[in-house]
T-cell receptor
Framework: AQRVTQPEKLLSVFKGAPVELKCNYSYSGSPELFWYVQYSRQRLQLLLRHISRESIKGFTADLNKGETSFHLKKPFAQEEDSAMYYCALSGLQGAQKLVFGQGTRLTINP | GAGVSQSPSNKVTEKGKDVELRCDPISGHTALYWYRQSLGQGLEFLIYFQGNSAPDKSGLPSDRFSAERTGGSVSTLTIQRTQQEDSAVYLC???????????FGPGTRLLVL
């Protein structure tokens, strides 16, 4: 069964500090991992996916199959990063539904 | 082009009444999802349509919930005999193919009194 765990419901850091949002998953096959973000009064949107191996808005995430993790990191947090972040997983084989974690609300303090 | 749209944006209903929520996916997207977002909770998967395949209904919380997708496009989520615990934001999303990124609609905020 697919499962995504985000252990922190709330995370608060100061502007300019590094930030790491944790995500662990459980899946027996080859997973595809995503991070979605929801800013205040906006719809949920894709932030990044592990297949793309890109940095979006200064955020990166590396898939660690040994630790079954996909943590989201940014070296210097900015106030506009305050949002709700969701980690999500789907299988790479065929059309499989996307399963989300419970989300982490990130607050960047000035 | 237009994104995913949902209607109504807000719905207030009385306990026991039926409600219908509508989703218009992005044109050409074969996959369509319904999720529920309750206060303080994460995104709860409800149902998933992919092309002409039988939908994955494994997330529907009870038989009061049903959904259909007509002509591979518009989808309607129906909740019969609504209960107060059905109050939540119902999100629709679509994707190009089954493994592409999801594009979400703005959601329908349902309040059952």
């Amino acid at each position: 069964a697919q499962r995504v765990t985000q252990p922190e419901k709330l995370l608060s850091v100061f502007k300019g500090a590094p930030v790491e949002l944790k995500c662990n998953y459980s899946y027996s096959g080859s997973p595809e991992l995503f991070w979605y973000v929801q800013y205040s009064r906006q719809r949920l949107q894709l932030l990044l996916r592990h297949i793309s191996r890109e940095s979006i808005k200064g955020f990166t995430a590396d898939l660690n199959k040994g630790e079954t993790s996909f943590h989201l990191k940014k070296p210097f947090a900015q106030e506009e990063d305050s949002a709700m972040y969701y980690c999500a997983l789907s299988g790479l084989q065929g059309a499989q539904k996307l399963v989300f974690g419970q989300g982490t609300r990130l607050t960047i303090n000035p | 082009g237009a994104g995913v749209s949902q209607s109504p944006s807000n719905k207030v209903t009385e306990k026991g009444k039926d409600v219908e929520l509508r989703c218009d996916p992005i044109s050409g997207h074969t996959a369509l999802y319904w999720y529920r977002q309750s206060l303080g909770q994460g995104l709860e998967f409800l149902i998933y349509f992919q092309g002409n395949s039988a939908p994955d209904k494994s997330g529907l919380p009870s038989d009061r919930f049903s959904a259909e997708r007509t002509g591979g496009s518009v989808s309607t989520l129906t909740i019969q005999r609504t209960q107060q615990e059905d109050s939540a934001v119902y999100l629709c999303a679509s994707s190009l193919g089954g493994t592409g990124p999801l594009y979400f609609g703005p959601g329908t905020r349902l309040l059952v009194l």
